[in-house]
């Protein structure tokens, strides 16, 4: 399937690659299928990229929790998670968005509403955790820059 790209121009994606967001994501709940990019011509790259399969514009970045926060451990409904399959420590995927603004040192993820995804079944959403110390706005330039640093 050819997918235009906000950043990557036209990309050729399989069908597998594909992940599908029931319920949209936080304020694009009209978006539903998602594809996660990255700059394989960058040599390291903790940035992904959420991209929208449908609306060639919405691309969000991504990041692994566990570089910014070591101890990110979200608590979660399990109800809230039923529609995406069984989860299990192999198909298990969290992910936190990014804002980026144009002043990089107030670069934060939203430690909140983490991206959880099961690999296998292909499904994703977007989830609001139980703990209260997660802010929405996690500032992460000084820990992303001491890690490129060491």
Do not use: H
């Not at 990229?49 to 514009?57: A, H």
């Not at 070591?70 to 992910?95: A, M, Q, S, W």
Request: one cysteine or more.
């Amino acid at each position: 399937m050819l997918v235009k790209t906000k950043f990557f121009g036209e990309v050729d994606l399989p069908e597998e690659k594909i992940v599908t967001f029931d319920c949209g994501i936080i304020g694009f709940e009209n978006l539903k299928r998602y594809t996660i990019l990255y700059d394989c011509e960058k040599e390291e790259t903790n940035i992904s990229w959420l991209q929208s399969v449908d609306e060639r514009d919405f691309a969000m970045p991504i990041i692994k929790p566990w570089i910014v926060k070591e101890d990110y451990n979200p608590v979660v409904e399990d109800e809230l998670l039923k529609g995406l399959g069984e989860l299990t420590e192999e198909n298990l995927v969290i992910l936190l968005t990014m804002n980026v603004p144009p002043d990089l040192t107030q670069m934060s993820v939203n430690l909140k509403a983490p991206i959880i995804i099961n690999s296998d079944t292909r499904k994703g959403a977007q989830i609001v955790v139980e703990n209260q110390d997660y802010v929405i706005k996690y500032r992460v330039y000084d820990i992303l820059k001491n890690k490129k640093e060491a």
